[in-house]
């Protein structure tokens, strides 16, 4: 009886531990992209005062953020999409880079960017916590993406 409640506290520590949102993202298609298009992403249990940046970026090392330079940028401006429900700054504008949690929505993909050459280094699509919470990792996802 002893080893059942020692084996048991540990997996009660990991379930305490546990983020509270349920985050989910899906990326299609995953693998075969053109060397310039975009995929159907969309980002699930967000909480409401919560967003994520959504962007392609070669793959970052365990634990690590990418850079910018590691993103994909269009003529100097973002590419990514900022997925956030309600909306921080007054009225909601129309505009191809932002989404509403639980929305499909486009994201551009190029299998060049920078120094970044997708077809012979790990790209991937990168979600990370959005300006107001930078620091915040728990929502961080890495989904490897593959071009042909």
């Known amino acids: 009886m002893k080893y059942l409640a020692l ?20 990326v299609s298609p995953r693998k075969g992209l053109p060397s310039s298009g975009s995929v159907s992403v969309k980002v699930s249990g967000l909480p409401k005062k919560a967003g994520v940046y959504v962007r392609l970026c ?5 634990g690590a953020r990418p850079s910018v330079t590691e993103c994909l940028n269009t003529g100097g401006q973002y590419a990514g999409v900022w997925v956030v429900g309600k909306y921080p700054y007054g009225p909601r504008p129309s505009t ?3 989404a509403k949690p639980g929305k499909s929505f486009r994201l551009p993909v190029r299998s060049s960017f920078g120094s970044v050459n997708c077809k012979t280094t790990k790209c991937a699509i990168v979600v990370r916590r959005d300006h107001r919470n930078g620091g915040d990792r728990s929502y961080d996802t890495v989904i490897p993406v593959k071009f042909r």
Not at 58 to 62: E, M, N, Q, S, T
Request: net charge positive; aromatic share 0%; proline share 11%.
């Open 7 to 26: 084996a048991a506290a540990p997996a009660l520590l990991i379930a305490i531990a546990a983020p509270a949102h349920a985050e989910s993202v899906t």
């Open 58 to 62: 070669k793959k970052p090392r365990k």
């Open 96 to 98: 191809s880079n932002l």
